[in-house]
């Protein structure tokens, strides 16, 4: 499943893959997402595109400010 929402994503990453959303996690995601020269990103938008891209790194800041807000 391809998550098409934050809270879809939240239940791909927690749930599904057993993934807990530590502020390390979520900081070391985003500098690799942000980064288009990064071989993870470019192999992620080559995957599921830059629209999908751009979302993912929209959730990964949703998820950091989350963690900020604790």
Not at 40 to 61: C, M, P, S, V
Request: net charge negative; hydrophobic share 35%; aromatic share 10%.
């Amino acid at each position: 499943m391809i998550p098409t929402n934050y809270a879809q994503w939240r239940e791909c990453i927690e749930v599904h893959c057993k993934i807990q959303l530590t502020t390390t996690f979520v900081e070391e995601r985003l500098t690799e997402l942000l980064d288009a020269d990064h071989p993870k990103t470019a192999t992620f938008e080559e995957l599921y595109g830059a629209d999908h891209l751009r979302r993912t790194i929209e959730w990964f800041r949703r998820a950091a400010d989350e963690l900020s807000d604790r």
